[in-house]
């Protein structure tokens, strides 16, 4: 049986590791041999590493992104976080979606496992 497992990444992404660090423990997690369902959370201060204008290779975020999505992962933003900092939806990176903070939420509390970076 599958498990449902949310990494959320709720810091800013410069001058720190969390999201990165997120970002590989998401994809180990997404490699687990089809028992885990891996959903990506950028919330409260993490809202700001799921824009277009994040420099990915900078925070070495390319490979783990990339291994995500081939394991079928998917990355969420949080409306909710965006909207407390003034993130405009059409400055999130294409292949992360923006969900309503009820929807963030209701993931985040019907998953097995959670991971908070």
Known sequence: MKRDVVVMLTRAPYGRVHVPEGLRAARGVAAG??????TVVFTQDGVYGAREAVDRDALNMTGHVADLVEQDGTMVADAAAMAARDVDEA???DDVAVWPGDRVAARIRDADH???F
């Open 91 to 93: 400055d999130i990176a």
């Open 33 to 38: 041999f089809d028992l885990h369902d891996v």
């Open 114 to 116: 959670t991971l908070d």
